[in-house]
């Protein structure tokens, strides 16, 4: 019964007239959520352009260019961002089912977030990235995956995010762990430790991805979604494609290591016959 206690704590799906940082916003809508900002003049949000829905002509609109952006743009990550400037309303969602949740930030607070999740940003919020290595993560995810960076730089700031499903909060205490299925995780605290785990791969050779699990290691909150990303933009199949696909790769060299093997023993001998 005390593990009851410290199950992960659902977060509010729905928000009227939400005050923090000195922003007013909403958040309405069950399946496909909506954010709405009330922008007071000289306050700025800034967004993926494509997520915009509708806004009062009185807001002004920009481009922010982001670091790193030929790196951001290989890797299939977006390069530039829109600023919104007020006064006016804004209104932003992301097509796909799931949930809409703010993360308010103090003074040089920083936060985690997997890629393609974030949503919206205040003003006072940096945005940056890192790239996450690895042969683990290399195998089961192409070259690797990135994680968005925020920190508050200059006061308080929020972010809001896009989960996948309904998202979840989990506080871990010091060197309390976790593990969580690779597309079920959105968003962490810099102290929570990330590594990935292949123990599961013990119960056969080339075992798929169900199998590894990403272990986070405490203190610090760790945000959980419901559905993964993949299964929520067709990746059902994708991600199984990708097993497999890694899998006949790992595969093939395998038997070619093997086949030239094979051939410098025998092939060998037959040359020498002649």
């Known amino acids: 019964m005390a593990f009851l206690n410290r199950r992960p704590t659902p977060l509010p799906t729905q928000l009227e007239d939400a005050i923090a940082a000195g922003y007013t916003f909403h958040l309405s809508g069950e399946l496909v959520p909506v954010l709405t900002v009330e922008l007071q003049p000289g306050q700025t949000i800034f967004f993926e352009h494509h997520i915009l829905l509708w806004k009062e002509p009185s807001l002004g609109i920009s481009v922010r260019p982001l670091a790193g952006m030929l790196k951001r743009m290989i890797a299939g990550m977006q390069v530039l961002v829109t600023e919104a400037r007020g006064p006016g309303q804004i209104a932003v969602s992301r097509d796909g089912v799931g949930q809409i949740f703010p993360v308010l930030l103090a003074p040089s607070q920083e936060l985690h977030v997997r890629e393609h999740q974030f949503l919206a940003g205040t003003a006072t919020i940096d945005y940056t990235w890192e790239r996450v290595a690895g042969i683990a993560n290399m195998l089961f995810g192409g070259s690797g995956f990135f994680i968005d960076r925020f920190h508050a730089n200059g006061g308080e700031g929020i972010v809001w995010l ?42 056969g050779f080339l075992a798929g991805s169900s199998i590894t699990l990403n272990r986070f290691t405490g203190p610090g909150r760790i945000g959980l979604q419901s559905a993964s990303p993949l299964l929520m933009s067709g990746g059902a199949d994708a991600r199984d494609r990708s097993d497999v696909t890694a899998a006949a790769t790992v595969a093939s060299a395998a038997f070619g290591v093997l086949g030239g093997l094979a051939a410098g023993l025998f092939g060998g001998d037959e040359d020498n016959d002649r």
């Open 162 to 203: 896009h989960g996948h499903g309904n998202v979840f909060e989990k506080v871990l205490a010091p060197g309390e762990q976790i593990d969580v299925e690779p597309g079920g995780w959105l968003y962490k605290d810099p102290s929570v430790q990330l590594e990935t785990n292949l123990a599961g791969l013990s119960t």
